[in-house]
């Protein structure tokens, strides 16, 4: 098995046999050679998401703990400075505890830093389905396209019982 970075397989060989220490090795050469500094907690984040999405959490708990460890940049100490390192250490924590509304809550409080990576919202979307078989919620249309929706749709057949409301309204 092998994990998807920027579109190229990252293979597993180190001597653990569940290439966590190689993985993270290889997103450490990343961090310093590819991207901006800034962009180091995306990379970590994306990580631990994908082992969560395909339902490892060991490895993605490894992966975040060595990670930091190895980075000189980030503290190991919670809470972190950035906050998409403390989204993946309570993510953890909330998948160990089995609570998709603390999932979904922790995707609410850290929105405006997930979506630097539109991706992490669909790793997510994954874990949540992985972990706690839940489908993705149709987005909602908005305004206009509510109303074009609602104009357009079959009308919906009334209930003797919320006719006679009605009426009864008119009064």
């Known amino acids: 098995r092998s994990l998807i970075l920027e579109g190229q397989a990252v293979v597993s060989t180190q001597s653990t046999g569940d290439g966590v220490d190689f993985y993270c090795h290889t997103l450490l050469d990343v961090v310093h050679t ?3 500094k800034s962009e180091a907690e995306l990379v970590i984040t994306s990580a631990v998401l994908q082992y969560l999405s395909i339902k490892r959490t060991e ?4 992966i975040f703990k060595l990670f930091l460890g190895r980075y000189q940049n980030f503290s190991n100490d919670f809470p972190h400075e950035q906050p998409l390192l403390n989204f993946a250490e309570l993510l953890l924590q909330a998948i160990d505890k089995g609570s998709a509304p603390l999932v979904k809550a922790l995707r609410v409080h850290y929105t405006r ?9 669909e790793l997510i979307d994954k874990v949540l389905r992985v972990y706690f078989n ?3 919620q149709p ?3 908005g305004g206009l396209g509510g109303l074009m929706q609602s104009l357009f749709a079959p009308p919906k057949e009334e209930t003797a019982a919320s006719s006679i409301t009605e009426d009864a309204d008119l009064d």
């Open 134 to 136: 839940e489908t993705k």
């Open 113 to 121: 830093a997930l979506e630097r990576d539109p991706t992490l919202n």
């Open 59 to 62: 490895h993605a708990r490894r």
């Open 34 to 36: 590819r991207v901006y």
């Open 139 to 141: 987005a909602g249309l």
